[in-house]
């Protein structure tokens, strides 16, 4: 019975190293070899070969300078005196792409004519000198570009903007608060156009009541980044 057991045992160990030798001589695809590649065009179903022609690219310059400075002028409607040129100058400081500090100080001249001519005259000479100054926070919320026929775009972005300063005028001090909203746009890269309309409120009692005058105000300057 022990010899019958070891004859089995044999005959199985025999099949086995039998089926192992027979499956190595089949022909397959070894660990080490590699894909051959055949050549663009010599693929099998290739009909054309692609000729991609490399263009050249222009990366644009664009400044990185966060400094903007620059004159501007307009017309300032005074509360109860009509409107006077105003001019001044303003330069700024671009935190990030949505926000930016500015300062700005600006001149006009006021006139009392209306009072005069019917015999009640407001300040102590008929036109005296308004200056203004002040400091703001901008937000810019709609940024884009503006189209000058078909070729010419220029980058530009609408923006809100918040000040607090003070204005001279007739030897008194006022708190000014100004508010509004302006066009920048960019024609070159290092200039910008900008146009602007805001309110500059102060209180005043030149007229025997004290009350909060609004004193439109509308502008339009250049300003170069730096």
Request: charged share 20%; with cysteine; hydrophobic share 40%.
């Amino acid at each position: 019975m022990f010899k019958q057991g070891f004859r089995k045992i044999a005959a199985l160990l025999f099949l086995t190293s039998f089926l192992a030798a027979g499956c190595s001589l089949l022909p397959g695809r070894g660990n080490d070899q590699e894909p051959q590649e055949l050549p663009l065009e010599e693929a099998p179903g290739q009909v054309i070969a692609p000729a991609v022609e490399r263009r050249d690219i222009s990366v644009p310059k664009i400044d990185t300078e966060n400094w903007e400075i620059g004159p501007y002028f307009g017309v300032l409607s005074v509360d109860d005196f009509g409107s006077r040129a105003i001019y001044g100058i303003r330069a700024a400081y671009h935190v990030s792409e949505d926000f930016f500090l500015e300062g700005a100080y600006a001149r006009s001249t006021v006139r009392d004519t209306n009072f005069r001519n019917i015999g009640l005259p407001i300040f102590p000479s008929e036109e005296e000198d308004l200056t203004f100054y002040s400091f703001s926070l901008g937000y810019n919320f709609l940024p884009g570009e503006v189209f000058v026929g078909t070729k010419w775009a220029m980058t530009s972005s609408m923006y809100f903007i918040f000040g607090v300063g003070n204005t001279e005028f007739i030897g008194e001090d006022d708190l000014t608060y100004s508010f509004g909203f302006g066009l920048r746009v960019l024609p070159r890269d290092y200039l910008a156009l900008r146009i602007e309309a805001k309110d500059n409120i102060f209180e005043s009692d030149l007229l025997g009541t004290n009350e909060y005058k609004h004193n439109l105000e509308f502008n339009i300057g250049f300003s170069v980044f730096f």
